[in-house]
Structures are given as structure tokens and as C-alpha cells.
């Protein structure tokens, strides 16, 4: 009879024993622990790969712009702007609409100047051409399309953005999309320009081409002598 306690103890750690190696095989793997197979899991947040300012999948070198331009989805969508992290024209601002959306900043601080839209359909190219003729050297300009871009642009309004490095401009016609970004006294063509067709045999929306997205890292220029 004294041995009935030491033995009933005996067999509830055998059966403790038996139940953590059973535990572990299921869950621990090699490691034999659950919580340490657990660890080594990615968790969603490492899966995701990592995004930069204005959704970039790499950071810009230092002392460049991250900008992104996306035009506007048939009529219906409206197009967006955003530089280093924050969005200068959206939908969401409620300061998009029809035509061209020009937003217009200083090349060698980066800061905002000014945002306008221009109904290039039924407004008036005259408000358009006030807006880019006193541009200051250096400034940068970026644009994006929202419905028809093209109806009233004449040639001054063609040529001044030529002379902002465009050469998808003189093309433009109506209700192509556009992104374009330049600015004033550039030497050389852009290279952030896109430009899709309005074409009834590779429209993705009924009467309108697609949206175009155009994203990158803009140089801040050297503060101007003098």
C-alpha cells in the first residue's frame, strides 16, 4: 500500500512524457516546439515586397523627386498626381476635372506652385497658354489626361509643351491618354512621357483608350546663379 502513491506518480509523468512527445511530433517538427516551428513562418508583412514614396517598388537616389502620374480611367476615374509621398491632385482633393491637369513645381526645392485644370474640350486653350507662357527656368511640369486632352489645343499650346521636352504632344489627339512630366529650359527631351492612342480596335474602355501610370525619380536641379 505505500507504494500505490509513488507509482500512481510514476505513471502521470510517463503519461505527461508520452503526450509532449506526441505534441511535438505533430507540431514541433525537428525543432520539437510548436511555437518555434510557428516563428519561422513569413508573417504577411514580410511576404509583401517593400513600396517607397508614391508606391515606387526602390527609393530614389538622394536629391531626386519619387512621382507618380497616373491619367484618368475613361470618364469616370479621375487621374492622379503624387510627389514624394503626397498627392497634389486626386480625385479624394476634388481639384481634377476634364481635359488637362497641369501641376506645376520649383525644380530646385521641390515645392508645390501651383495646380490647375484645363477643359480641353469645351474651355477656352487661351487660360492654358497663360498658364505655361511665364514659367520661371527649372520649373517642373507634370500632366495628366482625364477624358479628352486634345479637342482645343492649337499650336502655341503644342509647341510650348515641345519646348518642355514633349514629343508625344504634336500627336495628341482626341481623348488619347497622356502623362507627361517636363520642365522649363530643359536641353533634351523628356524621358517620362507616355502616350496611348484612341483607337476603337485596342480601346480597353468603350470610346477611350486605357489608363496610363508612369512612375520614377526626378532630379532636383542645382539652385540657378545670380
Known amino acids: 500500500m505505500r507504494l500505490t502513491g509513488p507509482l500512481r506518480a510514476v505513471a502521470v509523468l510517463l503519461l505527461v512524457g508520452l503526450t509532449w512527445l506526441l505534441a511535438s511530433t505533430l507540431f514541433g517538427g525537428e525543432s520539437g516546439s510548436f511555437f ?17 514614396k508614391c508606391g515606387l517598388s526602390a527609393p530614389c537616389p538622394p ?5 507618380r502620374l497616373v491619367s484618368g480611367a475613361a470618364n ?3 487621374p492622379k498626381v503624387c510627389l514624394e509621398d503626397k498627392m497634389l491632385m ?5 481639384n481634377v476635372g476634364r481635359g488637362l491637369n ?9 515645392e508645390l506652385l501651383a495646380t490647375k485644370t484645363f477643359d480641353m474640350w469645351a474651355g477656352d486653350v487661351t487660360d492654358l497658354l497663360k498658364y505655361l507662357r511665364p514659367l520661371h527656368e527649372g520649373t517642373l511640369v ?19 509643351f515641345e519646348e518642355l521636352g514633349s514629343t508625344a504632344v504634336k500627336d495628341l489627339a482626341f481623348r488619347d491618354s497622356w502623362v507627361f512630366v517636363g520642365a522649363k529650359g530643359i536641353e533634351n527631351k523628356s524621358p517620362f512621357e507616355q502616350r496611348m492612342k484612341n483607337s476603337k ?21 542645382p539652385p540657378l546663379e545670380g
Open 102 to 110: 497641369v501641376a506645376l513645381v520649383n525644380g530646385v526645392t521641390g
Open 90 to 94: 486626386s480625385s479624394v482633393r476634388n
Open 201 to 221: 480596335s485596342s480601346n480597353k474602355y468603350e470610346g477611350w483608350p486605357e489608363s496610363l501610370e508612369m512612375d520614377g525619380c526626378i532630379p532636383l536641379r
Open 142 to 160: 507634370f500632366v495628366a489626361s482625364f477624358d479628352d486632352a486634345a479637342t482645343k489645343m492649337n499650336d502655341e499650346a503644342r509647341r510650348l
Open 76 to 78: 469616370v476615374i479621375g
Open 36 to 52: 518555434s516551428g510557428a516563428s519561422e513562418e513569413p508573417t504577411p508583412a514580410e511576404t509583401r515586397p517593400r513600396k517607397y
Open 63 to 67: 536629391k531626386h523627386l519619387a512621382f
